[in-house]
């Protein structure tokens, strides 16, 4: 099985654009959650789909939106760049069942934004 | 909100040695946890979790973990260190149910393997 794409792999913006990042997940997993990374922060968890349906977020700003198309793939849109929006973005995909807390995450190897 | 402690942010190692990476929670119940191992320019690859059972976990490439309650710790070791588990590793704690997606992650700990 192919495992988790993000494109692109790089991107270079400057401060107030906008970017879309995407992410395909396994086939046949439906849940995809996305994480921020910094050497400052650390990783942290921005959003999950399912089934089209955002059913967790976490703690950033309205800049940050997300959503998932009938195929499973997502896309995550940062609006207004700041600089501290510099990171890697990762994406991860699982089964997405039930909720409970076993599922395992597989991880895409990032998108890496450096804002100007 | 459930919490992760990495304990030392850099560990080295000689080869050959042993390999101890030291994780603690935070949690008013059970949680289930993971440990993921990143090497550079790459995402996160799934080392070994716990969810419920033996509290021995053996993972990928040697590495295993022991849960314990009363100490609220899940540490990685590793027998004998190759060059090839240089890295950062990470150790992560799933959301209360419902979880939905939500992984909270401890800062990291870079491994150092010497010749």
């Known amino acids: 099985k192919a495992g988790v794409t993000q494109t692109p792999r790089y991107l270079i913006k400057t401060r107030g654009q906008q970017v879309t990042l995407s992410c395909s997940p396994i086939s046949g997993h439906r849940s995809v959650s996305w994480y921020q990374q910094t050497p400052g922060q650390g990783l942290q968890f921005l959003f999950e789909y399912f089934s089209e349906t955002q059913r967790n977020k976490g703690n950033f700003p309205g800049r940050f939106s997300g959503r998932q198309f009938s195929n499973s793939r997502s896309e995550m849109n940062v609006s207004t760049l700041e600089l501290g929006d510099s990171a890697l973005y990762l994406c991860a995909s699982s089964l997405g069942e039930a909720g409970t807390g076993t599922d395992t995450q597989y991880f895409g190897p990032g998108t890496r934004l450096t804002v100007l | 909100a459930q919490s992760v402690t990495q304990l030392g942010s850099h560990v080295s190692v000689s080869e050959g040695a042993l390999v101890l990476l030291r994780c603690n929670y935070s949690s008013s119940v059970p949680p289930y946890l993971f440990w993921y191992v990143q090497y550079p320019n790459q995402g996160l690859q799934l080392l070994l979790k716990y969810t419920t059972g033996a509290t021995l976990v053996k993972g990928i490439n040697g590495f295993e973990a022991e849960f314990k309650k009363s100490e609220t710790s899940f540490h990685l070791t590793k027998p004998s260190a190759h060059m090839s588990d240089a890295a950062e590793y990470f150790c992560?704690?799933?959301?209360?149910?419902?979880?939905?997606?939500?992984?909270?992650f401890g800062q990291g700990t870079i491994l150092t393997v010497h010749p």
């Open positions: 992560a704690v799933s959301d209360l149910p419902p979880s939905y997606g939500k992984l909270t």
